[in-house]
């Protein structure tokens, strides 16, 4: 049964999709518990493989049992779940089921008429990440890249009247993405005439491959690719509509997942397609993309401080997350790796946390803008209780999870030498301070009725008085929460029995 | 001059795919109507299959269907390779719901702002938010 899971994984979530768009004809009210079985075994399998891959080492699975190789060459598809990706299906269903709990009551009052479409979507994009995860075949990759992506763009589209018009240019803008991803697989397969990631690894080790101006072609086109779908600096104009104008039920699940995954698949292509040698070595280009992750994490940060509403802002912080992960990366030493390995993980539980509580917000006030802030606390305790753990986090306070992948990249460009790098992380927690800072002064110390007319004394006092979401919002919510403490406190396990072991061996 | 006429006679296939890209993304950039962005983004993607399919052909070399039982060895060589086509009929796939998905998108905005010109769009935002 285990060695199915990768398989089952993908195949039983799309064939659920599938029913639960046919059940919401006869029954809407079987569309939730549909999709929460479907996403709770997704989990309950993650989970099984990563126990799996910690015993006994990466499980390859072959697609229709394609996998007989003619000569050296492996032909169909594989799946091949290692210590890398094991920990990122777990983090994205875990993310998927959370926030399908959460976001339940969002989605009953926001789309009572399309709830069947909407769990439908949901269930596909979920299969579509996790499909990228797993997959060992670079084309396969691309076709999980487009399900993903365009149940993602749908997701944005049933938003705010605003939200088609910011789907649209998203879909506009990762679609240039997917396409250059696809054109570099292309010249790939010229260069070498394989499609396998394992396979495709062993030709550009070879000196004729990692030589070649057509391998070198392919690498700068895939990664440009994939810096356009997760939103790096100078490409990352859709994220900040496309996040705050869908619904908070779908960004609290786009917005933790998508350019988590996407850096997972640059991580992935880079370690296990082009070989770190390669990357690291023979191209010299590594250098120019830390400082352009450098240029993301401050105009990220500056951005976010210019924000009048806490969706706008908090997408401005994932811009600055993604140029931690990327930067991290690319520094080429194990710290900085690690750190940007682990910072996946971290920064999906941050994420999901600060959304869910934003959500949590606007479902009770309507409005994101920082004015209906005012007096939160007291309307709202453990909802905010909650986002000042996600914030704290966020800033990287020690015994939350924030602090200790900044730590390890901060490590990382010591080692590397790249004190720009570091100066860039460091500034970006201190504007993170004051951002959050700033949001608390607001929801703690002003009071609603500050500047409005004060002779209104019942309005006053409704306004002061406790109106916390819905438990199936809240209960979620401190599972994250407290799950960004575990996962700091846990850190050196999962460092040392899973992440040392995801990084190949050759990178010092 | 002449090793420039063949070579560019040799690889013509990528000089044509290029071209089609650039003026899909031409009208990405360049056009205010989201139509004709969508037509596009079209075009943008149905140059990268031209692409894969173009680099399949192989000169004098015949399709790849093989009589059964073979009458004689069958070579790779005297082929050209099918698995582009396969993977370009994905890709088709994908194009074609990417397509869909943008045209429903488009149609929800016009419903909402009654015109698909993006600066009308921008000017009915701006004044909504100046509201």
């Not at chain 1, 490409?235 to 997942?257: E, K, Q, R, T």
């Not at chain 1, 912080?317 to 900085?336: K, Q, S, T």
Request: net charge positive; with cysteine; aromatic share 12%.
């Amino acid at each position: 049964m285990v060695q199915h899971l990768p398989a089952l994984l993908v195949v039983v979530p799309l064939l659920t999709a599938l029913s639960v768009s046919a059940f919401s004809w006869l029954s809407p009210r079987l569309c939730l518990p549909l999709t929460f079985g479907c996403i709770g075994f997704a989990l309950a399998s993650s989970i099984g493989i990563l126990m799996e891959v910690i015993a006994n080492g990466p499980m390859v699975y072959t697609m229709g049992g394609w996998g007989v190789t003619i000569g050296s060459e492996p032909i169909g598809i594989v799946y091949v779940i290692d210590y890398l990706s094991a920990p990122i299906l777990v983090v994205v269903t875990a993310v998927a089921l959370l926030n399908l709990v959460a976001s339940s009551k969002q989605i009953d009052r926001d789309f009572s008429d399309k709830k069947g479409t909407f769990y439908t979507l949901y269930i596909l994009f979920v299969t579509g990440l996790m499909g990228i995860v797993a997959t060992g075949d670079a084309f396969n990759l691309y076709v999980l890249l487009e399900i993903a992506a365009l149940t993602g763009y749908a997701l944005i589209g049933l938003g705010q009247p605003r939200a088609p018009l910011s789907s649209l240019n998203y879909l506009f803008i990762g679609t240039i993405g997917a396409s250059f991803y696809l054109l570099g697989v292309g010249y790939l397969y010229i260069a070498t005439g394989s499609l396998n990631m394992a396979d495709l690894a062993r030709f550009i080790a070879m000196p004729e491959h990692s030589s070649s101006t057509i391998v070198m072609f392919a690498f700068i086109i895939c990664m440009t690719g994939l810096f356009i779908k997760m939103g790096l600096f100078p490409l990352h104009g859709w994220l900040p509509n496309a996040y705050s104008h869908a619904s908070p039920a779908s960004s609290a699940l786009l917005a933790p997942l998508t350019t988590k995954v996407m850096i997972y698949a640059m991580i992935r292509v880079c370690l296990f397609v082009f070989t770190p040698a390669y990357v690291f070595g023979t191209l010299k280009i590594s250098n120019a993309i830390v400082w352009i992750s450098v240029a993301a994490i401050v105009v990220g940060s500056l951005m976010a401080l210019t924000q009048k509403s806490l969706f706008k802002m908090l997408t401005y912080i994932v811009i600055a997350e993604v140029g931690y992960m990327v930067g991290g990366f690319f520094l080429g030493n194990r710290m900085g790796i690690t750190g940007s390995t682990l910072h996946i993980i971290n920064d999906a539980a941050m994420t999901l946390c600060l959304f869910l509580a934003a959500g949590a917000i606007t479902y009770r006030t309507k409005s994101d803008s920082f004015s209906e802030l005012k007096g939160i606390f007291k309307r709202m305790p453990y909802t905010m209780t909650a986002f000042t753990v996600g914030a704290l986090a966020v800033i990287g306070i020690p015994p939350t999870c924030g602090f200790f992948s900044k730590w390890y990249l901060i490590i990382g460009g010591i080692n590397a030498g790249h004190y720009g790098f570091v100066a860039a992380l460091i500034f970006s927690s201190l504007v993170n301070a004051v951002l959050f800072f700033r949001i608390f002064e607001i929801a703690y110390f002003q009071s609603p009725g500050d500047s409005k007319d004060h002779h209104h004394h019942g309005h006053h006092r409704r306004k002061d008085k406790m109106v916390e979401a819905p438990l199936s919002m809240l209960v979620p919510l401190m599972i994250v929460a407290l799950s960004l403490i575990a996962l700091g406190i846990y850190t050196g396990d999962i460092v040392t029995h899973v992440i040392q072991a995801a990084i190949p061996g050759g990178i010092s | 001059m002449e090793q420039i006429i063949t070579a560019i006679g040799a690889k013509y296939n990528y000089i044509m795919y290029v071209i089609l890209m650039m003026i899909g993304l031409y009208a990405m950039i360049v056009k205010s109507n989201l139509v004709k962005k969508i037509i596009g983004m079209s075009i943008f993607q149905t140059s990268i299959i031209l692409f894969y399919v173009s680099t399949a052909y192989k000169t004098g070399k015949t399709i790849p269907i093989v009589p059964y039982p073979a009458h004689e060895a069958v070579r790779a060589a005297d082929y050209i390779n099918p698995l582009p086509h396969v993977l370009m009929l994905t890709a088709i796939v994908v194009s074609v719901a990417t397509l869909g998905v943008a045209l429903a998108l488009a149609m929800k905005v016009y419903r909402q702002y009654g015109t698909l010109e993006e600066d009308d769009i921008n000017e009915n935002l701006r004044s909504e938010e100046g509201k």
